[in-house]
C-alpha cells in the first residue's frame, strides 16, 4: 500500500495540459451542503473540471437544480428514510437507477467520484459500460461498521466483502485518514483529512454574542446525535451538575432525547439542525468540544471526523475517547483530554479538570491550533485530492 502518491512534474503538467472534461460525483444525501463533498468539488472545479454533483434528496426539500461555488447540484427527489436501514435498502437501488442514466448520458465525462460505499456500485457498473471514464471511490468511514448496529451480522459481513471487492476495482480511493485507508485493498491511496478551510473572520470573531449559552463552563456537542455518541452520559452529567452549560445542535436518532433534556434542564440548549457558519459561531464561544464516540464500533475507532480538525482550527480543546484514532490525534498534539467511553466519573473528573485549570485549557486549544496550521488544513488536503487525479488522468 501507498499514500500520497504524487505523480512526477511532467505527467502533472501534461494532465493539467487537457481538456479537463467532467467530473460526476454521487452523494446520498441531499446535499445542504456537505461540507467534505462542496469543498472537494470546489478544488476540481477550480482545476478546470465541470463539476456535477448528483445527491439524493430524501426529503423532497431541495432545489431540484443548483449552481454552487463554481459547480452544480442535481438532485434527485425520492423520499425514504435515514433511519431505517431497510427503508435505504429498499430505495437505494431506485436512486441507482435514476442517476445512471443521467451519468451515463454526460459528454467528455472523466472522472466519477462516488461519496461513500452506498453511491460507489453504480460508478462500477458506469465503469463497465465507459471503460475510458476512471472511478474515485472517496471512503467517508468504514460503511459495514457504520451500519453495524442497524443490520444483523450476515448483512453486516455481506456489506463488508462488497466493499472490499468493490473498493480494489476503483482507480484511486480517497480516505478521511490513514487509518481507514490501511483497511482498503487498492494500491493507489490518497488521505484527504475532513478539515475546515481556514477562515480568519469566523475563527477570530470575538464580537460574537453568548447570549445562547446558559451560564457555566461551555460545552459543545454538534453533529450527528446517535446512541454512540455519549450523548445518554452529558445529558445525565448535565443533570447532576448544574454549574456546566451545554449547547448541542445536530440531528439524528437522539435528537428528540437532547430535544427533551433541554426542555427540563436550564442548561441545556437544543439548538437542532443549524448551518456550518453557525457552527463556526458556537466553536468560537465554546470552551471544550464534546467528541466522545463509542470505540467498541470499528467505525468510530478509525473515524476522523470534522469536528476534530474543526476544534482544532478554532483553538478548542476536544474531549475524546480513549482507544480511537481521534485519540492517537489528541495525543500526539496535545490538543485536548482522553477519557473512557463507558466511565462517567472519568467523564466527569477530565471536564472539570479543564474547568478549575483554564490555563490548561487555553494551552491544549493552542497546541491544536498550531497543529492544524503546520500539518492538517484543508491546503494539504486539496493537493492530495489534486494529486489523485493527475494520477488517474496520467
Not at 190 to 200: H, K
Request: proline share 5%; glycine share 6%; aromatic share 10%.
Amino acid at each position: 500500500m501507498s499514500l500520497f502518491k504524487y505523480p512526477s512534474k511532467a505527467t502533472q503538467d501534461r494532465v493539467r495540459g487537457l481538456r479537463a472534461g467532467k467530473v460526476a460525483m454521487i452523494v446520498t444525501n441531499p446535499f445542504r451542503p456537505d461540507e467534505r463533498v462542496r469543498k472537494e468539488a470546489s478544488v476540481l472545479a477550480q482545476r478546470g473540471f465541470f463539476v456535477i454533483v448528483h445527491a439524493w434528496d430524501r426529503e423532497a426539500a431541495y432545489p431540484i437544480c443548483e449552481e454552487i461555488s463554481g459547480f452544480s447540484v442535481r438532485r434527485i427527489r425520492l423520499r425514504s428514510l435515514y433511519s431505517s436501514f431497510g427503508a435505504v435498502l429498499a430505495t437505494l437501488p431506485v436512486f441507482w437507477a435514476a442517476v445512471f442514466p443521467r451519468i451515463l448520458a454526460l459528454r467528455d465525462l472523466r472522472v466519477i467520484h462516488c461519496h461513500d460505499f452506498d453511491s460507489l456500485p453504480i460508478g462500477i457498473m458506469l465503469k463497465i459500460i465507459k471503460k475510458e471514464v476512471k472511478v474515485v471511490y472517496d471512503a467517508h468511514e468504514d460503511y459495514s461498521s457504520m451500519v453495524s448496529e442497524q443490520v444483523p451480522s450476515p448483512v453486516r459481513a455481506l456489506i463488508a466483502a462488497m466493499e472490499r471487492l468493490l473498493s480494489g476495482k476503483a482507480d484511486a480511493v480517497v480516505a478521511v485518514s490513514k487509518a481507514l485507508a490501511q483497511r482498503i485493498p487498492n494500491p493507489n491511496l490518497f488521505v484527504v483529512w475532513n478539515a475546515p478551510e481556514f477562515r480568519g473572520d469566523q475563527v477570530h470573531g470575538a464580537s460574537l454574542r453568548r447570549t445562547e449559552w446558559p451560564q457555566g463552563f461551555r460545552i459543545l456537542l454538534y453533529g450527528l446525535l446517535g446512541r454512540d455518541r455519549g450523548i445518554e452520559t452529558i445529558l445525565k452529567i448535565a443533570s447532576e451538575h448544574r454549574e456546566l452549560s451545554i449547547v448541542a445542535a445536530g440531528t439524528g436518532p437522539f435528537a428528540e432525547i437532547v430535544k427533551r433534556a433541554a426542555s427540563e434542564l436550564s442548561n441545556v440548549k437544543f439548538l437542532g439542525y443549524v448551518s456550518q457558519d453557525r457552527i463556526r459561531q458556537l466553536l468560537t464561544e465554546c470552551e471544550l468540544v464534546y467528541a466522545l464516540y463509542d470505540p467498541k464500533i470499528e467505525n468510530n475507532r478509525i473515524g476522523a471526523p470534522n469536528k476534530l480538525y474543526e476544534a482544532m482550527m478554532f483553538g478548542k480543546p476536544l474531549l475524546v475517547a480513549r482507544g480511537s484514532y481521534m485519540e492517537q490525534v489528541v495525543v500526539k498534539e496535545e490538543c485536548g483530554v482522553v477519557a473512557n467511553y463507558n466511565d462517567p466519573l472519568e467523564i466527569i473528573d477530565t471536564i472539570f479538570f479543564l474547568d478549575r485549570n483554564r490555563s490548561v485549557a487555553d494551552r491544549l486549544g493552542n497546541n491544536g491550533r498550531k497543529a492544524f496550521g503546520k500539518r492538517y488544513s484543508w491546503d494539504f488536503s486539496a493537493r492530495s485530492l489534486s494529486s489523485c487525479y493527475d494520477f488517474v488522468l496520467r
